[in-house]
């Protein structure tokens, strides 16, 4: 495992990481304190957002984390994946899956009513990311804020961008690489599939269908067990809507089950197979597999990363006063 430059430490259930990033924001744009005067309840509010709605909806946590991914490795974590309209990152096929938009709008509205035009939807989608791992009993992490908001959303920009389920190594060590993220933070950062569901299409390529319409298993490095599951989820000329479960076993808890999945060859995906397979990445696997602890402590540092990547500070952007659109 890499060594990296970070202060970390664990205390009262707490992560606490501070990390300055060359390819990022610098320490001194975005701060642990950024609202603590002109919105001193700014976190609270978007935590009991993501409470509530997770309360009535357990898949809302899976949701907020990948809506995170999928805004930060375009144009960076500045919430341009959130704005509507022809030709915008969200109305890109590979985002119409996407959730968590309600949840963000819910926060953004409560926000402007208590601390109007001080809250960027950026942070609110890095805050209510960090805490869905914490509601589905992840770890809880500190993360600086401060970020603005981009007004630049181009679908063009979204597949060149975010990882494919049928990636090779290579193809995710070049894209996450263009982040300024590592191989460990491609393998840590992979375990954000311990929660979420994925569509059926998402996986098909490991299947074919025979002569008789049945689907078979081409890919070998999957559990046959597991495959049979699938096809049984998912089987031939199933509706484009059907979703199964990333991790079966514990859906909805935030844990290392991923990992341990991934060693039984029961990774849903090609891009999460390869992690096993390649000589690159399995130990870091095994290692993640075997201490939960090690787990969170490298995916707290991780994912700070990840939520730093190419964000807005200072006279950059603007602070939406509705997510959806920009400011006139």
Not at 69 to 89: K, N, P, R
Not at 282 to 289: G, I, N, P, Q, T
Request: proline content about 4%; some cysteine; overall charge negative.
């Amino acid at each position: 495992m890499e060594k990296r430059p970070t202060a970390f430490f664990y205390t009262h259930g707490v992560f606490f990481v501070w990390l300055c990033l060359a390819a990022s924001a610098s320490c001194d744009e975005l701060t642990l304190s950024f609202y603590s005067a002109s919105c001193p309840s700014a976190e609270l509010m978007v935590r009991n957002t993501v409470r509530s709605a997770s309360d009535m909806d357990p898949t809302v946590p899976g949701k907020l984390l990948r809506l995170l991914f999928h805004d930060c490795f375009v144009e960076g974590c500045d919430a341009s994946v959130l704005l509507q309209g022809t030709g915008t990152e969200r109305s890109d096929p590979a985002n119409t899956s996407l959730g968590g938009f309600s949840v963000i709008d819910s926060a953004k509205r409560l926000l402007e009513i208590f601390c109007p035009g001080t809250v960027s939807c950026a942070d609110i989608v890095a805050l209510a990311a960090r805490d869905a791992v914490e509601v589905a009993g992840g770890p809880v992490v500190q993360i600086p804020t401060g970020r603005r908001d981009g007004k630049v959303s181009a679908a063009s920009n979204v597949r060149p961008n975010i990882v494919d389920t049928s990636f090779t190594m290579d193809e995710m060590i070049k894209l996450f690489s263009s982040k300024g993220l590592s191989l460990d933070d491609l393998v840590t950062l992979s375990g954000a599939h311990t929660i979420g569901s994925a569509h059926c299409g998402a996986f098909s390529d490991r299947f074919q269908q025979d002569s008789k319409g049945k689907l078979k298993l081409i890919d070998t490095s999957l559990d046959n067990a597991y495959a049979g599951e699938l096809m049984r989820q998912c089987p031939a000329g199933a509706n484009p809507s059907t979703t199964v479960k990333i991790d079966p076993n514990t859906s909805f808890a935030f844990d290392n089950q991923y990992y341990q999945n991934l060693i039984a060859h029961r990774g849903l995906f090609q891009s999460d197979s390869v992690l096993l397979s390649d000589d690159r990445t399995r130990k870091l696997v095994e290692s993640l597999a075997q201490d939960q602890v090690i787990f969170f402590e490298s995916w707290a540092q991780s994912f700070l990363k990840l939520a730093s990547i190419g964000v807005k500070t200072g006279e950059e952007g603007e602070i939406r006063a509705s997510c959806p659109t920009t400011n006139a």
